[in-house]
């Protein structure tokens, strides 16, 4: 069940991640003058639908996690989803990761290591 949790985990955090390619190709207004045109220009836009359907798969994978494993257990390992969207945020997007935050992932990764041993 763990290779399913993360699986689930990845798919949701690569959506995310066509969800923010997509996202840089828009300009959205969402003013009630142009509401149902930024709309349009977000279901029209590849990037973000695809991530919209890694999302979907992700959560019908989560609903099989979450009817065979305890909550406590399977829920702390979405923050993996973290490792894997500061990896993109660097290599793909050219986001500075400050060493803060490269330290708090971490913390994070030492707590999912903790709570996958249990």
Known sequence: MLALTLISVLLGAVGQIFVKIGAQRLELDFSSVHLLQSLIAIVKNGPVMLGMVMYGLSFVLWVKVLSKVELSYA???VSLGYIVIMFF???????EISLYR???VSFIVIGVVFVARS
Not at 89 to 95: A, G, L
């Open 75 to 77: 829920y702390p390992l």
């Open 89 to 95: 945020s660097y290599f793909y997007f050219k986001e």
């Open 102 to 104: 490269a330290i708090g």
